[in-house]
C-alpha cells in the first residue's frame, strides 16, 4: 500500500511538472492579433482634403514635403524600402502628440530617425518627448526636445 501511494504521488508530480514546463496558457479572452496595440497618429487629414478623380487625386496639406525611406527595419512593417512620406513642419510643440511619427536629428547619430513618439512631458528643461521605433523592444536613448524634430509624417504612400 505504502508503495502504491508513493507511485501515486509520483505520477501525480510528474504530471504537474509536465504541466507547468508544457503546458499552454490560453488569455482569458482570445485574440487573433499578434502585436501589442500602438497609439495611432494623429489625424491631420480630413475627408475634405481629398479629391478622387478619375486619372488622380489631390490631397491639401499645407506645406508638405515629400520623403523617401532607408531601409533600416527599425519601422517595419509601416516603413520599407520604397515607402513614400508625406511629411509637414511643426509649428509648435501643440502640434505633436502620442502616437505621431517624427522626423528628427538625435544626438545619438548623424542621419534623421523616423521613429514613434511614446510619451511626452516636462522637466527642468523644457518640453521632451520620448520615441521608439515600432520594430525595437527599447526606446531611444534621452529625452528628445522640440528644436531637434525636422517633421511629422502624415502620410505614407506605398
Not at 49 to 78: C, E, G, H, K, V
Amino acid at each position: 500500500m505504502k508503495k502504491l501511494i508513493i507511485l501515486i504521488l509520483i505520477v501525480f508530480a510528474l504530471g504537474w511538472l509536465s504541466n507547468t514546463a508544457y503546458g499552454i496558457n490560453f488569455p482569458s479572452s482570445p485574440s487573433i492579433f499578434t502585436s501589442k496595440e500602438l497609439i495611432s497618429p494623429s489625424d491631420r487629414i480630413t475627408e475634405d482634403d481629398i479629391s478622387i478623380f478619375d486619372d488622380y487625386i489631390i490631397i491639401n496639406i499645407q506645406n508638405a514635403t515629400w520623403a523617401r525611406y532607408a531601409d533600416s527595419n527599425s519601422m517595419d512593417p509601416l516603413l520599407d524600402y520604397g515607402a513614400n512620406g508625406i511629411e509637414i513642419v511643426p509649428e509648435s510643440t501643440d502640434d505633436i502628440h502620442i502616437g505621431d511619427i517624427i522626423i528628427f536629428e538625435p544626438f545619438w547619430s548623424s542621419n534623421l530617425i523616423v521613429h514613434r513618439v511614446t510619451q511626452i512631458g516636462e522637466d527642468e528643461d523644457g518640453w521632451y518627448c520620448i520615441t521608439k521605433g515600432d520594430n525595437s523592444n527599447i526606446t531611444d536613448p534621452g529625452k528628445l526636445r522640440y528644436e531637434q524634430i525636422e517633421f511629422i509624417l502624415v502620410g505614407i504612400l506605398y
